[in-house]
């Protein structure tokens, strides 16, 4: 009978593991780095620009969403008279 390390087969196994560990230690210690993830660092607009347009989005926001959930208070109070009203 002959055993896998004689065929070759565990070398083979053995390679691919070893290639695993080192791709696993890579990432771990020091692989690719990751480019920088700053929201603020950005080319195209400065610091001021970013903050004035998220300034801006976040105030055409408030109203709609505010109004929406005035709109789900109302709803959710009419459900509970509903019930007792019949």
Do not use: C
């Not at 791709?23 to 210690?29: F, S």
């Not at 929201?39 to 400065?46: H, N, V």
């Not at 109302?74 to 008279?81: A, I, K, S, V, W």
């Amino acid at each position: 009978m002959q055993h896998a390390s004689d065929l070759g087969g565990s070398s083979r196994k053995d390679s691919v593991f070893e290639q695993q560990v080192e791709l696993a230690d890579n990432d771990k210690i020091g692989g690719p780095q990751q480019p920088n993830s700053d929201p603020w660092d950005d080319e195209e607009y400065s610091r001021k620009e970013q903050e004035k347009i998220i300034r801006r989005v976040d105030l055409r926001l408030i109203f709609p969403l505010g109004l929406l959930l005035g709109a789900n208070l109302l709803d959710r109070t009419n459900l509970g008279n509903a019930a007792i009203a019949g």
